[in-house]
């Protein structure tokens, strides 16, 4: 019997804060430079890069959560039969938290006993543990720490189901994950729909990314010979190469499948282009452990782990405080994270994917022999489903995939239900399917300058005062407002302001530059200086960046409780070593500004440059909820501080030789060390 509930889930969590109202504009190029190593092969290069530049707009920025955790209640959905009890948080990116096994009473996935934000993914805030299902632009997708809205459907045997869905702001996709768990099934069956309903084709990305328990007997497989990997092997370096499994050079000779063998932060992508029924496993000493197979679309694989290092140790301990160590693996749409894959116009995408636990011989599983490894799963796992028996799941899927929810158990932003009242506005739009309910109720706030452009054909103008921060940037959005400024009485500040945004993000920097400065001239706004700033920045001008800044906060220096005016300030002070002044700045800012994570870091770099040391000790001891993966900012100043303490003590300068000396003599504490390779 197949039950679907909705519960109170209560677990220790942080509370996101208010969303960053600056705009964050997209790269110049909207293609990522990769290297590729000569091994890579000519077809593995095909939309290597392409579109996979940092792009977040009309999104905003999740960057104002602490590490002061307490217990918070979110309301999750269960879905459960005899074999799998399924957990959902819909109100955090329809997370799957929790997958347990019933027979064995065993959980299958990693699931984090805290929500504890961290600066990993493309707005900034993510969390660890659990199912996450990514789609739109290379990285952690925008709504993994936002509701999305979940309804409860119908199954093929009448059993209740849930389904995901929103609509994707960036891509101006919709997306849905159907969920089904049959009466008697030892799999959880998700089936992915994408739909376009564009009239041009457009960039897309999907990523499942699924977080196993790590630990010195699990390995991972998959059905593939090949793997593209970042080579650090050698004296060169490069993002990409391609090399056979599973003794990668980037290991010195170590097996890549079992992930305690990597002593940095590592990810290879396994090339399952020969079979016609691609998975990925991660197994224990006894042979069992999750299992996650698919139809052929969603062909690709990956394996990351965060590193046996000091960092990726804490990096683990930071996301989950209290919880187990974890590796991620991963189902992707393309060969790797960056390739870019093209969507056509008005297309309708969908694969079926199952989760359940697997059992195979251990002695064949942690063979020796590759060939034999894989082969030993994709052998058990076809004897309780074969390729044709999914493709029928997938069938039926397909039959049901536009029928509405039953009941709508979460709701979700009205920026779907925006979408779908401009729609009605456009009589040639490509109709929506009726799986994608979005009530008008949901229409909120945010939503309002924009229907007010709809309906009454003008943007109302607003206070400077006011924080703003609904970015439109999608092009139908950009001809009603183009369109509405023809009428001089419709030319205010703040629709201006809005004009630039989306001139901006549509790479017309000077369109962008003229709207800023008409606004400005209507009405001053720190707003349109700091957009200015940005512009400065981006070619390259950083004292007229430091000017506009100056002007954005002597207009706005308390911005309704926004504190990334400030960061920004700050941080363009230092860049031109005005310490000094940067100081004074950190004096004024407000209490509640200076206990922001970014500001307390430059905070830090100011008084290790006006010698302070005694400051930067105290900065460094205190742990940071936001620094970003990769970031090295904290261990920088670490050294930095001790080289020149180091000076003092010695009266001496510093050659190549003693730094290292004192490197190895002063390693950071935990606490600050975030690096991705222990040399850094």
């Known amino acids: 019997m197949t039950t679907l509930q909705v519960a109170n889930l209560v677990m220790p969590g942080v509370h996101l804060g208010e969303e960053n109202p600056l705009p964050y504009f997209r790269d110049r190029s909207t293609d990522r430079a990769v290297a590729a190593d000569a091994s890579m092969p000519k077809e593995k290069r095909h939309l290597l890069g392409w579109e996979t530049g940092f792009r977040v707009l009309p999104y905003r920025m999740q960057d104002t959560y602490t590490r002061q955790r307490g217990l918070i209640t979110y309301r999750s959905v269960i879905l459960e039969n005899e074999f799998l009890r399924a957990t959902f ?83 101006n996709l919709f997306w849905q994950i159907d969920f089904y768990l049959p009466p008697g099934s030892p799999w959880l069956i998700a089936f992915t729909r994408i739909f376009n309903p564009n009239d041009a084709e457009t960039s ?38 391609f090399g056979d499994l599973p003794y990668l050079p980037t290991l010195s000779g170590r097996d890549a499948t079992y992930s305690l063998n990597s002593d940095f932060a590592d990810e290879f992508f396994f090339q399952c282009d020969e079979t016609d029924f691609p998975w990925e496993t991660a197994l224990d000493k006894d042979g069992g452990g999750l299992i996650e197979a698919s139809t052929p679309r969603l062909r690709y694989r990956k394996l990351f782990c965060w590193g046996s290092h000091t960092g990726g140790r804490h990096w683990q301990e930071f996301l989950s405080p209290g919880g187990k160590a974890y590796i991620e693996i991963q189902a992707g749409l393309a060969p790797t994270q960056l390739h870019g894959l093209k969507m056509p116009a008005r297309a309708d995408w969908g694969w079926t994917q199952i989760f359940g636990f697997i059992h195979a011989d251990p002695e064949r599983v942690h063979a020796t022999d590759w060939e034999t490894a894989w082969k030993t799963v994709d052998a058990s796992l076809r004897s309780r489903m074969t390729p044709e028996e999914l493709s029928g799941i997938e069938l039926g ?34 109709s ?32 400077p005062e006011m924080v703003t921060g609904d970015w ?149 001891q205190h742990e940071y909820a936001v620094v970003r993966e990769g970031e090295t900012e904290l261990t920088d100043i670490w050294f930095e501080m001790c080289y020149r303490r180091h000076a003092v003590k010695t009266n001496q300068s510093l050659d190549d030789k003693t730094r290292l000396s004192v490197r190895r003599l002063n390693p950071p504490s935990a606490s600050i060390d975030f690096r991705s390779h222990p040399e850094e």
Not at 210 to 216: D, H, L, P, Q
Request: glycine share 8%.
């Open 472 to 620: 439109m940037v999608q092009g139908e959005w950009r001809d009603l407002l183009e369109s509405s400024l023809k009428q001089s009485e419709n030319r205010n500040w703040f629709t201006l302001l809005h004009l630039g945004v989306m001139k901006m993000e549509c790479f017309d920097e000077d369109g962008a530059k003229a709207a800023w400065l008409e606004s400005l001239d209507l009405k001053p706004s720190g707003w349109a200086w700091r957009n200015l700033a940005q512009l400065a920045l981006r070619r390259g001008e950083e004292a007229q960046a430091l000017a506009c800044l100056i002007r954005a906060w002597e207009i706005y220096k308390d911005p309704g409780g926004c504190t990334a005016l400030a960061q920004e300030y700050l941080w363009a002070l230092c860049s031109a070593h005005h310490f000094d002044k940067a100081l004074a700045v950190f004096n004024s800012l407000p209490e509640g500004f200076k206990r922001n994570d970014r500001i307390q870091i430059l905070r830090a770099r100011i008084a290790l440059e006006l010698g302070d040391l005694d400051t930067v000790g105290k900065m460094l």
């Open 89 to 171: 948080l819909p109100e955090l990116g329809g997370r799957l938290v929790s997958l347990v096994h019933k027979p064995n009473d065993r959980e299958l996935l990693c699931r984090n006993p805290v929500f504890q934000p961290a600066n990993l993914a493309i707005r900034n805030a993510w969390f660890s543990g659990g199912v996450e299902w990514n789609i739109g632009q290379v990285g952690h997708t925008f709504t993994t720490c936002s509701p999305v809205f979940a309804a409860a459907i119908t199954g093929a045997q009448a059993e209740p189901g849930l389904r995901l869905y929103e609509f994707e702001r960036c891509k």
């Open 397 to 430: 899927c397909r039959e049901r995939v536009d029928l509405p929810g039953k009941e709508i158990l979460q709701s979700a932003s009205g920026w779907g239900a925006l979408e779908i009242a401009r729609r009605k506005y456009t009589p040639d739009s490509l």
């Open 204 to 241: 897309i990305y999907w990523w499942t990314n699924t977080a196993v328990s790590e630990a010195s007997d699990i390995r991972v497989l998959a059905p593939a010979r090949k793997a593209l990997f970042a080579n650090f092997s050698g004296e060169s370096f490069f993002d990409l190469a």
């Open 432 to 463: 929506i399917p009726p799986s994608f309910v979005f009530p008008e109720s949901s229409l909120g706030v945010e939503q309002s300058i924009w229907l007010d452009l709809l309906r009454e054909g003008h943007m109302p103008e607003q206070s």
